[in-house]
């Protein structure tokens, strides 16, 4: 009964999460398409109106893309889960292994090959169709077959252990593993956050100290004025992959660093990369990074103690298409991880407009903290230029807007920003 039940209750959630997205998705088309003969009053002056409507055929491109990739996903879980396509694949990767550790590590790597296989295709239409067709792609397919091999690389050098630990403390640490096992998660991220800067990002891309003695003499006096060391400033070549442009600041503790791509350096004026710092430095300094990081620990604590109860209930595996037992004795905590991750999404889909609230408020109030320490005018024109060579829709949805973006809409915000230079 409980199985039947949970398996109606899943495919009510993911029928629903379908339903609210396309609903989303074909609001953002109509609102969009609608808005694309004219540029709103308030950027007339600043933005051209070809550049207006390519933002708007991008906007459209990609989300109609969306709506398709949303729908090949839906399927393939569907087939994972109540199709049995788990269910086949715990019994093939038994049958080769014999149980064990083996078997579950095997499994999990299964899994994860053939979803990585499902997700090559999209990755590349999105990257040498819609990318190219708007002229961001820079990416050549040897590069693209380069970054795949060093992921795998990466995801095997620092995936497997991980994997391997997490599955031996669900083994043997009895009804508090997933307490420890959050201990092991949150010290990993950690470690993350330090290696990525130095070790795992310059596999990927090129990092220059910024050469530029006169900007970098500005941002300098930036970070005196505001606090904040950092172990340099790096321009990164951002250029061989993707015309979009950003700023960003990696690590943590001593490892912290400042990076800048290079496409944003070739487009804004000095001032103009000192306004953008200064509100990527107003994430820092008003702790959004910290309460970011607090609250993915809180969250893994909770979901991880879902798992540790969920793990224990037949029905959590039946209603989902799998059986709990592979053979007699055997463990199958492997399944139980892959089940929750494919089904925790599904449930979780519609709070997804808090984090977004709570994102956009960091927003403002980083933007706030950028027209305290620098010109509020520099930063306005600084978002002009980015909305422009990045693509950005001035004209979103608001509902769609308000459940996905993580930055509120250019209007709202260079509104607030003009205010603060008034």
Do not use: C
């Amino acid at each position: 009964m409980y199985s039947h039940a949970f398996s109606m209750l899943f495919v009510a959630f993911l029928l629903l999460t379908l339903a609210v997205r396309f609903w989303l998705a074909s609001r953002q088309l109509r609102h969009v398409l609608a808005n694309r003969g004219a540029v709103p009053a308030e950027f007339a002056a600043t933005i051209p109106l070809a550049a207006h409507q390519k933002a708007a055929d991008y906007t459209v491109a990609r989300t109609k893309f969306g709506i398709v990739t949303m729908f090949i996903n839906a399927a393939v879980l569907v087939g994972f889960t109540l199709l049995g396509g788990l269910q086949w694949l715990s019994v093939q990767v038994f049958g080769l292994t014999g149980g064990g550790m083996a078997y579950q590590i095997g499994l999990l790597v299964a899994f994860a090959a053939i979803s990585g296989l499902i997700d090559v295709p999209i990755d590349w239409y999105r990257q040498f169709r819609l990318e190219e067709r708007f002229g961001f792609n820079k990416m050549t397919p040897g590069l693209f077959l380069a970054d795949m091999l060093k992921g795998l690389g990466l995801a095997a050098v620092l995936g497997l252990p991980l994997a391997w630990i997490v599955l031996e403390l669900m083994a043997s640490a009895g009804d508090l593993w997933w307490l420890y096992t959050w201990l092991v998660w949150s010290g990993f991220q950690l470690l993350m956050m330090v290696l990525f800067p130095t070790v795992i990002a310059p596999l990927f891309n090129k990092f220059t100290p910024l050469a530029d003695e006169t900007l970098k003499a500005r941002i300098e006096g930036l970070m005196r004025r505001v606090g904040f060391a950092s172990k340099g400033l790096f321009v990164m070549d951002g250029s061989k992959r993707s015309a979009h442009g950003n700023a960003y600041f990696s690590g943590f503790g001593a490892a912290k660093r400042i990076v800048f791509f290079d496409t944003l350096l070739a487009r804004l004026a000095p001032q103009e990369i000192e306004a953008v710092l200064a509100h990527e430095l107003g994430h820092f300094k008003l702790k959004h990074i910290v309460k970011r990081i607090g609250l993915m620990f809180a969250l893994s604590l909770a979901f991880l103690a879902l798992l540790g109860w969920l793990k224990n209930q037949v029905w959590f595996y039946t209603g989902l298409g799998v059986s709990p037992l592979i053979a007699p004795g055997q463990g199958n905590d492997a399944l139980a991880l892959i089940l929750f991750m494919l089904a925790l999404p599904v449930f979780t889909f519609l709070f997804g407009p808090l984090a977004s609230l709570s994102s956009r408020k960091h927003e403002f109030e980083a933007d706030a903290f950028a027209a305290q320490h620098t010109d509020a005018r520099d930063l306005v024109s600084a978002l002009v230029k980015m909305y422009e060579d990045n693509a950005s829709t001035l004209t979103p949805d608001p509902l769609h807007s308000a459940f996905y973006d993580s930055h509120p809409p250019a209007s709202v915000r260079i509104q607030h920003l003009n205010s603060a230079a008034a």
